[in-house]
């Protein structure tokens, strides 16, 4: 993959599963960029695919930017993504956005996008990938990871080529207050680690 207009033509053609079918808008970062952090979060919301067509613009995309806020650090100086592109769906009454709800990507869907993923990270050349969420790191890990067992703690990838620092989702605060001190906790971390980075020269 040569650019980010390539990358962006090749997933708004992509058919490789199902939910090209029910996507409005395939959900992207709009201002890509070389970067020293990828923030690669779960899926897009309906915020994302019917309204923004880009990455955490929803409820979740607002905590991100307020924790964002508190290590200073500005999104948009960040690249933005997620592991599956299109919005996962299912069937609802009750949905806001549109005849459905948000669901968690199947197997099959995360394995359809993840050489989207690779090129997407390919092009962002990022130094470290936040993963959001236990979606995000089990697909880099390339197995299923428990998020307990791994938030606030880096570690390197040879097959990224970078650290990756998992924090949980910002939407897990939503449903979980009581993770709110510890996201704060994990994102501090991050800042240092950033620093530890620029330091060193990296």
Same mark, same amino acid.
């Given at each position: #993959?040569?650019?980010?207009?390539?990358?962006?033509?090749g997933?708004e !053609?992509?058919?490789?599963?199902s =939910?090209?079918?029910?996507?409005t !808008?395939?959900?992207?970062?709009?201002?890509p960029?070389?970067t020293?952090?990828?923030?690669?979060?779960?899926?897009?919301?309906?915020?994302?695919? #019917?309204v923004?067509?880009?990455?955490?613009s929803? /409820?979740?995309?607002? $905590?991100?930017?307020? @924790?964002l806020?508190?290590? *200073?650090?500005?999104?948009?100086?960040? %690249?933005?993504? !997620?592991?599956?592109k299109?919005?996962p769906?299912?069937p609802?009454?009750?949905?806001r956005?549109?005849?459905?709800a948000?669901r968690? +990507?199947?197997s099959?869907e995360?394995?359809?996008?993840?050489?989207?993923? /690779?090129?997407?990270?390919? =092009?962002?050349?990022?130094?470290? $990938?936040?993963?959001?969420g236990?979606v +995000?790191?089990?697909?880099?890990?390339?197995k299923q990871?428990?998020? /307990?067992? %791994?938030?606030?703690?880096?570690?390197?990838?040879?097959?990224?080529?970078?650290f $990756? @620092?998992?924090? %949980?989702?910002p939407?897990?605060?939503?449903?979980?207050? &009581?993770?709110? &001190?510890? %996201?704060?906790? *994990?994102v501090?971390?991050?800042?240092?680690?950033? &620093?530890?980075l620029?330091?060193q020269? !990296?």
């Open positions: #993959m040569k650019s980010f207009a390539e990358l962006r033509k997933i !053609n992509c058919t490789k599963c =939910l090209y079918k029910t996507r !808008n395939v959900v992207l970062d709009r201002k960029q070389k020293v952090l990828f923030l690669l979060g779960e899926a897009p919301g309906g915020h994302e695919d #019917m923004s067509g880009e990455p955490f929803g /409820e979740a995309g607002k $905590i991100l930017t307020d @924790f806020a508190q290590i *200073d650090l500005d999104r948009k100086h960040c %690249y933005l993504g !997620n592991t599956v299109c919005r769906t299912k609802s009454s009750r949905g956005f549109g005849p459905y948000n968690k +990507p199947t099959a995360i394995k359809s996008c993840s050489s989207w993923v /690779e090129a997407e990270i390919g =092009l962002v050349k990022p130094k470290v $990938i936040a993963t959001l236990g +995000p790191l089990s697909t880099i890990l390339g990871a428990r998020l /307990e067992d %791994y938030h606030g703690k880096y570690f390197y990838s040879a097959k990224y080529g970078c $990756i @620092f998992p924090l %949980y989702h939407a897990s605060i939503i449903y979980r207050r &009581q993770l709110a &001190q510890t %996201y704060a906790q *994990d501090f971390k991050l800042k240092e680690f950033l &620093q530890e620029k330091k020269g !990296n």
